[in-house]
C-alpha cells in the first residue's frame, strides 16, 4: 500500500499493523515514494563458540617462533626482505 504523507502522520498506528501483518507501506510525497515501513526482525546473534569446529588452525599458531613473527609486524618491522 502507498499513503502520502498526510496521511501517513494521521494514521501511523495502523501503518504499523500494517506492517505487523507483512504488508508492504510505502510513504510518498507528491506521489512520489521517498520511505518503506518494513516490519522489524530481531537480529540473530551467534554464540561465543559457534565457530568451534568449525574452521581449522595451525596447529603452531602460539609457537615461539610465530609470536617472534607478530611482535616484529606489531614493531612495525616487515618481516619480507626489501628486494
Same mark, same amino acid.
Not at 11 to 25: F, K, M, P, Q, W
Not at 63 to 76: D, K, P, Q, W, Y
Given at each position: 500500500?502507498? $499513503?502520502?504523507? %498526510? ?12 506492517? !505487523?501483518? @507483512?504488508?508492504?507501506?510505502?510513504? &510518498?510525497?507528491?506521489?512520489?515514494? $521517498? ?5 522489524? *526482525? *530481531?537480529?540473530? $546473534? &551467534?554464540?561465543?563458540?559457534? #565457530? ?7 596447529? @603452531? #599458531?602460539?609457537?615461539? !617462533? *610465530?609470536?617472534? $613473527?607478530? !611482535?616484529? %609486524? ?7 626482505? &626489501?628486494?
Amino acid at each position: 500500500m502507498q $499513503v502520502n504523507m %498526510l496521511e501517513a502522520k494521521n494514521c501511523l498506528s495502523s501503518l504499523i499493523a500494517a506492517t !505487523e501483518r @507483512d504488508e508492504e507501506v510505502v510513504i &510518498a510525497r507528491n506521489d512520489m515514494p $521517498v520511505a518503506k515501513i518494513v516490519k522489524y *526482525t *530481531t537480529p540473530k $546473534v &551467534a554464540l561465543p563458540d559457534a #565457530w568451534k569446529s568449525r574452521i581449522a588452525y595451525a596447529a @603452531d #599458531w602460539n609457537s615461539a !617462533e *610465530t609470536n617472534a $613473527v607478530i !611482535e616484529r %609486524l606489531f614493531a612495525g618491522f616487515d618481516d619480507a626482505p &626489501a628486494a
